[in-house]
């Protein structure tokens, strides 16, 4: 599988974004799916995940009510709309997927073995 994230771009403050996330080479319906950020000068983080369909999400606590991940299995695609952006959102995003029915923490990197190539989010305040 050969992720291909798109849909960053430059937002002001309060704003709103929508990123895909579109697989191909193998399909995602059997996937944990996520999608992680890098921060200037922080470490890559967890910002929000779907085990696999079925409507269960998780997020971190920063982007909870803002963010939604969501996904089309049909279309092996996952997306993450994010509203009421802030400048501490701008980052580089990732999206990433797990082996087929790999069980595990959903909000760790350890669980993902294919990374897409980001997309950068910046925020004006």
């Known amino acids: 599988v050969q992720l291909q994230a798109s849909g960053g771009g430059l937002v002001q403050a309060g704003g709103f974004l929508r990123l895909s996330c579109s697989a191909s080479g193998g399909t995602l319906s059997s996937s944990a799916v996520a999608w992680f950020r890098r921060c200037p000068g922080k470490e890559r983080e967890f910002v929000a995940a779907m085990p696999t369909s079925g409507g269960i999400t998780y997020y971190a606590d920063g982007v909870k009510g803002r963010f939604t991940i969501s996904r089309d299995d049909a279309e092996n695609t996952v997306y993450l709309q994010m509203n009421s952006l802030k400048p501490e959102d701008t980052a580089r995003y990732f999206c990433?997927?797990?082996?087929?029915?790999?069980?595990?923490?959903?909000?760790?990197?350890?669980?993902?073995?294919?990374w897409g190539q980001g997309t950068q989010v910046t925020v004006s305040s």
């Open positions: 990433a997927v797990a082996r087929p029915g790999q069980l595990g923490n959903v909000m760790s990197r350890q669980l993902y073995n294919v």
